[in-house]
């Protein structure tokens, strides 16, 4: 199998495996009981802790949670519980993941006024509208740092500075930026990231929090994270995390060098026929969200299934329903029906490129001289 979906998950690196084998054998105490098995799985929570929070540099708290989602559900209930009525409206893009955007819609039905800024035919959210939408009634600005599905690279910047202008606070989910691209940590009051995306295990994530900033408690019981997030940390997840975001960013220059090199070869083999959705510059280039007119996307990967890739995000899969990504940049629902998204990274070999990228381009021709 050659796996092109690097987006939903990312291979566990091997560094990470090891720093969670012996966590999960004979250190497997509890890291919040005082005795010496539990001083040792505390100790290994937090050099996972300060490995994954030196990005952020000095200042501010790294809390672990369950994933993203937990993390991006906290900030924005949290925050929104916080501001009360007198700041009812919370901003956020029309291509956020799923995670944001549902969580709004909850909040909708209990009165918070949600405003989702439009994004041009280039993915990248509308600033103009951002200055006339955040204002003195706003609680939080929401934006993601890279959008999963077109790999774009939002102005998480700009919109934190126009947040701060109005007393408002900036969170940005940067699941598919922590570790790839440059983190505007001095933007953000809140960041939400996510182990697997990055080479680490599944089943935890992390919010990092400004000094001052602490959003109301979304679980509650003993309040082992900072006296705010409730629950027993899992020590091997937190090391295997923890390893990973050290990797990531040790190898952050060489690792982009290299997807760069793989991006240029995917679409030189995919050939001609394809049109990109969203900018190719201001995008992470292991992200190659592509279209071809006409191209049966199911037909597709039924007949290529040694080669995994995807329609869209992982979230939405089998919904039935257009990318609403693809959707906010104009395309319309034959196009949207005829985009695919490969994903690659580190572990990725140009021999897979290759093989992967000319089975698509064969298999796709097919169709095309099938309808003709």
């Excluded at 990274?345 to 990228?357: L, P």
């Amino acid at each position: 199998m050659i796996y092109l979906d690097y987006q939903a998950t990312t291979p566990l690196a091997p560094e990470a495996r090891a720093a969670m084998l012996p966590l999960l054998e004979e250190g497997f105490g509890n890291p919040h009981s005082p005795h010496r098995m539990g001083r040792a799985a505390r100790a290994a929570v937090e050099l996972a802790r300060d490995r994954i929070a030196a990005p952020f540099g000095a200042g501010g708290r790294l809390l672990f949670t369950s994933g993203a989602t937990e993390a991006l559900n906290w900030a924005i209930k949290g925050i929104a519980d916080r501001a009360g009525p007198e700041r009812p409206r919370i901003v956020t893009t029309a291509i956020e993941h799923a995670t944001v955007l549902d969580t709004l819609e909850w909040l909708e039905g209990r009165g918070a006024e949600v405003i989702r800024l439009p994004v041009g035919t280039d993915g990248i959210a509308d600033l103009d509208a951002a200055r006339a939408a955040i204002d003195g009634r706003t609680a939080l600005v929401a934006a993601m740092l890279v959008n999963n599905e077109i790999g774009t690279i939002q102005p998480v910047a700009e919109l934190g500075a126009m947040a701060r202008s109005v007393g408002a606070f900036m969170l940005c989910d940067a699941v598919q930026g922590y570790g790839r691209v440059p983190l505007p940590v001095e933007a953000c009051d809140l960041v939400a990231i996510s182990a697997h995306k990055i080479h680490g295990p599944k089943g935890i994530g992390a919010l990092w929090l400004r000094d001052g900033v602490e959003p109301t408690p979304l679980l509650h019981g003993g309040g082992q994270e900072g006296g705010v997030r409730s629950g027993t940390l899992a020590p091997a997840l937190c090391a295997g995390f923890g390893v990973a975001a050290q990797l990531a960013f040790e190898r952050r220059e060489t690792d982009a060098a290299y997807i760069e090199a793989l991006w240029t070869q995917a679409r030189a083999v995919l050939g001609e026929g394809w049109v990109l959705n969203g900018s190719t510059e201001r995008r992470w280039h292991g992200n190659l969200n592509v279209r071809r007119e006409g191209l049966d996307v199911a037909r597709l990967m039924s007949e290529l299934r040694d080669v995994a890739f995807s329609a869209g995000s992982a979230c939405a899969s089998g919904s039935g329903r257009p990318s609403h990504v693809l959707k906010a940049i104009g395309l319309s629902d034959a196009e949207a029906r005829s985009s695919i998204r490969l994903g690659f990274g580190r572990y990725t070999t140009s021999e897979e490129i290759d093989r992967a990228m000319t089975l698509i381009r064969q298999a796709a021709e097919a169709q095309r001289r099938m309808v003709a």
